[in-house]
């Protein structure tokens, strides 16, 4: 499905993804041994926790419990809150900016071009936020990293980009938390540039819902983190997955998460 704008919806139908619900009435935390199948069906080990606040009630559901504590590179997945730190470091004005691809070949076909902020996050263009990294430099990085308390807050780059294979390592866990703080603009940051950022992670949507996502793969582990958006609520979801195959085992990651999001109708039944 075609990426869709946010600024070209009609405002009764973006309002509740900038505004926090009231309080929930109950809290329920369930662990779903039975998702094991989903994972062994594409020969996967790994972890998802799926929170869904619909219907003024929260439920979490959490696979492989252990694991979901445990922290891992986030890899691409740090282009949320890098993007963040690039906006309120004036690094980036806005998504039209253009970065000027200098001619180096990547791997990625679509990496290999102009971008801008939107684009970057689409395409998850590397060569764009290595470029904010070493504007920002690693003391600002770690500032920023420890006032929003992003996992282990350490930008050291031990081989190379430190979000991929370097110091930086979240959990499952920790991600959801960070998530729900920027749906309900309540990290540090400018509302607008929070609003923007949540604008370009949208990857699907329709009359009554929005998928906002970011997939990631560094080293062995891959990623996709978000949350889709209904008019009676929002589910967050953090799945990780190891990638002994490296490309090959990419495809599992959405499938899975998908797979286990249709299965409490958390994405519509296309």
């Known amino acids: ?51 869904d606040e619909r219907g003024g009630a929260s439920a979490t559901y959490i696979y492989n419990k252990a694991r979901s504590t445990v922290r891992f590179t986030p890899a691409s997945t740090f282009k949320i809150p890098h993007t963040l730190f690039a906006l309120d470091a004036n690094l980036v004005k806005d998504e039209f900016q253009t970065f000027k691809w200098n001619g180096e070949k990547y791997s990625i076909p679509s990496h290999n071009q102009d971008q801008n902020l939107r684009s970057a996050m689409r395409y998850s263009a590397l060569w764009v936020y290595r470029g904010f990294a070493k504007e920002l430099g690693e003391t600002k990085a770690r500032d920023y990293l420890e006032k929003i308390n992003y996992g282990n807050q350490d930008p050291t780059v031990k081989v190379n980009d430190y979000w991929v294979r370097g110091g930086l390592e979240i959990s499952a866990q920790e991600q959801i938390n960070f998530l729900e703080k920027l749906y309900k603009n309540q990290l540090p940051f400018k509302v607008e540039h929070q609003l923007l950022t949540k604008d370009i992670m949208i990857v699907e949507a329709g009359r009554e819902w929005i998928l906002r996502a970011k997939t990631g793969l560094g ?52």
């Open 1 to 51: 499905m075609k990426l869709i704008k946010l600024m070209l919806w009609p405002l009764s139908l973006f309002i509740f993804t900038t505004i926090e619900s009231v309080a929930n009435e109950s809290i329920t935390v369930a662990e779903k041994s039975e998702w094991k199948s989903t994972f062994d069906k594409f020969k996967a080990d790994g972890t998802i926790i799926i929170k």
């Open 219 to 270: 080293g062995q582990v891959g990623w996709w983190v978000g949350w889709a958006e209904w008019p009676t609520g929002t589910v967050f979801f953090a799945l990780n997955i190891d990638t002994p195959n490296g490309m090959a085992d990419v495809y599992k990651r959405e499938a899975i998460g998908r797979e286990l999001l249709l299965s409490i109708d958390a994405l519509p039944h296309i």
